[in-house]
């Protein structure tokens, strides 16, 4: 069964520190791959998405995303942490041959000052 | 362009109760999507509409109708509530239609709260 996992249920960063939430997925075919980022009571916002060409993927609010198709994953990175980036982030693939979206279960950062 | 609204925000409903979340968005996209947010459970589709006029189940369909009223509106329908429909439901809409790559990202509106006692 195609499924997406996100490894970790909360990640703890430090203000002003590196953070790196973990997404790898079981899909078959060439994906296509999304973050998106869920603010206490708001709905999801789109962060980036990966569709093809260079693996490194930059999106909103300084989030960067790695593919690496040999290990199937789609980590999201950003190089220093802010107190604002404190949400749940979820990562999506989306099969190239499907329009439905598999979801992660969501990983809770939490930036601390 | 306020993209994709909910109505309500919150609701309470009794077991055995009906009732409609609505759904618009203002992007002129094809598709919409009723999803579901349980805890630790990421989204989960319920029903999709490709264009106006069309339908499909999803992954969670059971207990659930929906209607595309026309290409901004897409409601979804609760006949007689079940506690097991307690959730955060979302509403999304995106360009993407039959026959597209389906690279297109969709666009969430904030959510209904709803309790099911």
């Known amino acids: 069964a195609q499924s997406v996992a996100q490894p970790e249920d909360q990640v703890n960063v430090a203000e002003g520190n590196p953070l790196t939430v973990k997404c790898t997925y079981s899909?078959?075919?060439?994906?296509?791959l999304f973050w998106y980022v869920q603010y206490p009571n708001r709905g999801l916002q789109f962060l980036l998405k990966y569709i093809t060409g260079d693996n490194l993927v930059k999106g909103s609010y300084g989030f960067e995303a790695e593919f690496n198709k040999s290990q199937t994953s789609f980590h999201l990175k950003k190089p220093s942490a802010l107190v604002s980036d404190s949400a749940l982030y979820f990562c999506?693939?989306?099969?190239?041959?499907?329009?439905?979206?598999?979801w992660g279960a969501g990983t809770k950062l939490i930036i601390k000052p | 362009n306020a993209g994709v609204t909910q109505t309500p925000k919150f609701q309470v409903l009794k077991t055995g109760q009906s009732m409609t979340l609505q759904c618009a968005q203002d992007m002129n996209h094809n598709s919409m999507y009723w999803y579901r947010q349980d805890p630790g459970m990421g989204l989960r589709l319920i029903y999709y509409?490709?264009?106006?006029?069309?339908?499909d189940k999803g992954e969670v369909p059971n207990g659930y109708n929906v209607s595309r009223l026309n290409k901004r509106e897409f409601s979804l329908r609760l006949e007689s509530a079940a506690p097991s429909q307690t959730s955060v439901y979302f509403c999304a809409s995106s360009s993407w239609t039959s026959g597209m790559s389906s690279t297109d990202t969709q666009y969430f509106g904030p959510g209904t709260r709803l309790t099911v006692l």
């Open positions: 899909v078959s075919g060439n994906p296509y």
């Open positions: 999506a693939v989306r099969p190239d041959s499907n329009y439905q979206l598999i």
């Open positions: 509409s490709a264009s106006e006029g069309t339908t």
